[in-house]
């Protein structure tokens, strides 16, 4: 990284305005469209200034785990196709991606938002699995902020397929949704230089010296978190972060 | 007598029959089949005389020799440095190329150029092979300070800079920042912040609105519409 650029971003933060003309706790502009794919049982699609996410949810019958015989599963998954950003490439998924999908994992599973016990078909044999599959369409930056709220999205549309002959028949939809109780939403607080951001660009993520995930519930309760970038943070600073976090937090409710 | 099929200004795409009769000529983006004359790129039609010729739409920067561009430095190799220009191709920086003074053998290349800094250069050649030579002697020629990066599409340079540059001295003149475009579309501003995100916009008017007659113009509202709110945010 060059370190001129750099001290040249962190000034122009300190004087609160972003490369796009942005103030350091502004979000790009959201918009959110519900059940955009066919074959999904539920999705949707959440648009922030250029970048663009699609969350699918697909439901599946297998057997639990042996630990959890009484339980369905959720599985979480992001995959960050060549075509959304140039920077991207082709193989196995990258420890971004791998980050991101278990980030969003971690706040829908932690905040018990999916009632697993409901998605027990028989003990021991026979549950529902749930997969949340995050692919953004074009990525411009804030992938988890935007994938974990296109995902929890998704998961309130989500119907169960109708059974026929003790088979999913994926074709007709039941009214049935997925047992759903709360709504988690995850904010990013990174930190370039002294200042706090939300909402970064994929150019202003190049530059992040820190960053907190923060997943709050609607009474803010705090139910996940992830520190990522390499410097470290002090007490006083998580708690600042926090605070934006929540305060943030309760924008983006309102859009669901 | 030949005939014209397609109007000057037009979008013509490839295999669009443009002309048929032998005194019109094929020049960049055309070839020639018996008497027609037929396009190879999606591009607009440009029609000087008998020279037909294509302003490309899209595509990636290709290295001309005394073009002055942006080159970002990517890898430090035993007597040089590799230069990504934003192109297909790479090219090389030559150590005699580097400086006026004499480097000594063994000496500490980083301090010249250091990776992922942003250089003004010069093509001296591109070999057949696209094997591209730049150097950094010459006027305007340097390493960039700290400011910002905007990559445009590199058809669209001619637009940003103007006749006689008059486009990218109105983006200074009314914003007070230091502006530098290479020709590989990469541009290099730098000013105070607000105005920079102006500049910066500007720019990005001028890259999507191209095509538009009366661009200076447009750019000059654009620009004085919103100089005016700045101005009423410092009062």
Not at chain 1, 183 to 197: A, C, M, N, Q, R
């Amino acid at each position: 990284m060059n370190k001129d650029f750099k001290n040249h971003i962190v000034k122009a933060l300190s004087k609160n305005v972003r490369l796009d003309g942005r103030k350091n706790d502004e979000f790009r502009k959201i918009t959110i469209e519900k059940n955009v794919t066919c074959n999904a049982e539920g999705s949707a699609k959440v648009t922030c200034g250029d970048s663009e996410v699609i969350v699918g949810v697909k439901m599946a019958m297998g057997t639990p785990y042996p630990d959890k015989p009484d339980e369905g599963v959720l599985m979480t998954g992001a995959e960050l196709h060549q075509m959304s950003n140039p920077d991207f490439e082709g193989g196995p998924p990258s420890i971004v991606a791998i980050e991101i999908a278990r980030v969003i994992d971690r706040g829908i599973r932690e905040s018990g938002t999916i009632d697993t016990k409901k998605l027990c078909i028989k003990e021991g044999e026979e549950v529902w699995m749930v997969c949340l599959d995050i692919s953004p369409i074009n990525m411009d930056g804030n992938l988890m902020d935007l994938g974990a709220l296109a995902g929890i999205i998704a998961l309130k549309e989500a119907k169960f397929p109708e059974m026929k002959d003790g088979k999913p028949d994926y074709k007709t939809l039941s009214k049935n949704p997925l047992p759903i109780s709360k709504t988690p939403i995850e904010v990013t607080v990174s930190k370039i230089g002294d200042s706090f951001l939300v909402d970064l660009t994929y150019e202003e993520e190049k530059f992040v010296d820190a960053r907190l995930t923060v997943a709050v519930l609607k009474d803010d309760t705090i139910c996940a978190m992830q520190k990522g970038g390499d410097s470290p943070l002090t007490e006083d600073e998580i708690f600042k972060m926090v605070e934006l976090a929540i305060k943030k937090s309760k924008e983006l409710r309102k859009l669901i | 007598m030949g005939k014209l099929l397609v109007k000057d200004k037009e979008i013509v795409v490839p295999g669009d029959v443009i002309a048929e009769g032998m005194d019109f000529l094929p020049s960049f983006g055309t070839y020639r089949t018996g008497e027609k004359i037929i396009a190879n790129r999606t591009s607009l039609l440009s029609i000087d005389g008998k020279v037909i010729k294509t302003i490309p739409l899209a595509g990636r920067y290709l290295p001309k020799r005394n073009d002055v561009i942006i080159g970002r430095v990517f890898d430090i190799l035993m007597s040089g440095w590799r230069m990504d220009i934003n192109s297909a191709y790479s090219a090389v920086l030559m150590l005699q190329e580097a400086s006026f003074k004499y480097i000594q053998k063994g000496a500490d290349l980083t301090k010249f150029f250091a990776i992922d800094d942003y250089v003004v250069v010069k093509i001296t050649n591109v070999t057949s092979q696209r094997l591209v030579d730049v150097t950094v002697k010459g006027p305007g020629l340097r390493r960039l300070e700290a400011g910002r990066i905007v990559k445009v599409s590199t058809h669209k340079v001619p637009r940003i800079i103007g006749k006689q540059g008059s486009m990218v001295s109105t983006i200074k003149d009314a914003t007070g920042c230091r502006i530098t475009v290479g020709q590989n579309g990469v541009v290099w501003v730098q000013g105070e912040p607000e105005q920079e995100v102006l500049a910066v916009n500007a720019i990005k008017k001028i890259d999507e609105n191209s095509h538009h007659s009366g661009l200076t113009d447009e750019i000059k509202k654009f620009l004085d519409s919103n100089k005016v709110k700045t101005k009423g945010d410092k009062k």
